[in-house]
Structure formats: structure tokens, C-alpha cells
């Protein structure tokens, strides 16, 4: 016990002085309160409704904590997000929270930061190199282990399934590729995966979907690496009358992650079978607790946390939050053992967004 507290108490005691903030803050989050630290926020992309839902939990979470912010947009663009970061410099930021989509790019601008002494939280990506308080992400490798066994369970072991792949210059569409390519060719050697490149981009998605099923019309299994993918494959199964229950033979099983409210809409109603919860709420909460505990001088050490997640070190002076996230089905049925939730549980943040 005395360890978990070492490992957790900064935020606690975070929560407890921040509460004492809030009245100063400007009412809208947006950089009014004028006595509140100020932090730069640069949101990745507003163009899948996961971010927009994490665009949305920022200033709410920012007035809780009492944290001034600036904000920015990079828009899925490195040479935007650097710009954007400039701009914070100039406007005297003290700390950065930042979601880079390009990993590797992002290193020179970290450098930048760490020589003026203001500390970056990046969320849902890992820099490739570079240093950062702390990452707050959840384990995209057990994304993609989690729609392995989903759907190499469903099959029985057998047949075609294509990977709608994200960008592989992510350290996100690389865990979740290389994790569920491991898994399926360990646990699931009959399965025949189609890897298709689609950087994060829903008209790439549906062009080489609508592809494969051309060439190979007995595909029964997809993985979504994002949402990003949704409306085109679900268009696509309409489009080739494959959206059927899963008891008819023709059922096409289809895994998605984000946990967007759509997704989870979609269960329910039989269109997609699973997908995986990242946490948008969370997200927002800790990136902006991190970057407030990195301002107030406070430190932490690999462990359990008291929000349910656990911090490993990443690499020498990388610390990484991984937060839950949890595999969403229909029935909240156990895959290979393992829990999941069903569709409707009120625990997820798609069904309180």
C-alpha cells in the first residue's frame, strides 16, 4: 500500500489543491482566467468523431483543474503541429499537452521544448525519440490482440480477414498491426490476413476495401484500426448485402476501435460486432493532470495508479500511463477468457458522450 501511494499520491493531492484553481478560471477553459497556469493544447484532427469527442472533454476537464489553455488545431499535419508550437512558445505556455500523428517528426520540437524547460504530455501517441513527462495512452498492442482474438474466435480459426490499417509512421498503427499480425499467426494460423494501408484516411479505407472484396468475396472477418473506417464499411457490407445476423453464413464479423457513440449505436443494432473503448474522457482528464503535476514539480515512478491503470517506463526517462481499455461486444460475452463489456454498460464514456 505504501508503494501504491508513492506511485498515485501526486494526483490525488493534485485534485484536492486543484480544486482551490477552479473559481479563478476563466468559465470557458479557453485562456480567460488570467491566474491559472497556461498550458497549449494542440488538438491532432476534428475530422472522426473520437476527436471531436476529446475536443469537447478538454475545456471541461481544464476547468475542473483550474488550468488556463491555448488551443490549436494541427489538423493531421507535423508541419502544422510544429507550427502551432512555436506559436505557444511565443505566447509564453508553460506546458504543452499535444497527440502527434506523426511519431518520428515530432523529435526536433521536443528538443525545442525541453531546452526552455516546458514540459510535454503527449496523448494516444508515443514519440518515437525524444522526451516527455509522460504519455498517456492505452496499450494499442492489446487493441490489436483484443480484435485478434475476437474475430479468430468467431471464425473458428479459419478463413479471410482484412486490416483496415492506420498510419504506419504512428506508433499507434504499428503496435496495433504488428500485435494483431502476431497474434493471429500464433493463434490463428488457418486465418489469411489482408493488411491494407490506409494512413487514417475513411476514402483510402473504403477504395481498398471495396478492392479486396472484389478479388476475395469470401473475406468474413474486418478489423477497423480506428472508427476513421466506419461509414464507408458499413456502406460497403450494405452495398453487397452481407449485413445479416450473425447466424447467417454470409455475416461479415467486423471489429472496430475507438468506442465512439456511433460504434457502440451500431452493436446494438447488429451492424458491427465489437469494438475497443479508448478513453476520450480520460485522455483529456490526465494529459492536463500530468502537464499541471509536471508545472507543480512532481514526479512519478513505474506502477499501479489510482485510476485503475498502470505506469511502465517506456525507455530510460519515458514514462507511459496505460489507461483501460476495454473490448465492447453485443452480449459482454468473455473472448478467449478474457472480460468484456456489453454494448450498453453505462460505464463507457460513448454511451455519456
Known sequence: MERRALLSGGLTVLLAASATLVAGCGDDGTGSGGSAQLVGVDYPRSDTDFWNSY??????????????????????????LISNTQAFMSQGVKGVVMAPQDTAAIAPTLTQLES???????IDTRPDTGKVFMVVRADNRAYGIKACQFLGTKLGGTGKVVMLQGGLDSINGRDRTEAFNECMRTDFPGITVFGEATDWKADVAASKLQTRFASDPDVKGIYMQSSFALSGTLQILKQRG???PPSDPKHVFVVSNDGIPEELKNIGEGLIDATVSQPAD???KYGLEYVKAAMDGKTFQPGPTDHGSTIIQV???LLEDQLPAPLVTADGAPIAG???????DASLWGNTA
Request: glycine letters at 4%; zero cysteines; proline letters at 6%.
Open 55 to 80: 475536443i469537447r472533454y478538454v475545456p471541461q476537464f481544464a476547468d475542473e483543474l483550474g488550468v488556463e489553455i491555448k488551443t490549436t488545431n494541427s489538423q493531421n499535419d507535423i508541419a502544422n
Open 282 to 284: 480520460l485522455y483529456a
Open 116 to 122: 526552455r524547460d516546458i514540459p510535454v504530455v503527449t
Open 242 to 244: 452481407l449485413q445479416v
Open 315 to 317: 525507455r530510460d526517462g
Open 338 to 344: 478474457e472480460p468484456t463489456l456489453k454494448f450498453d
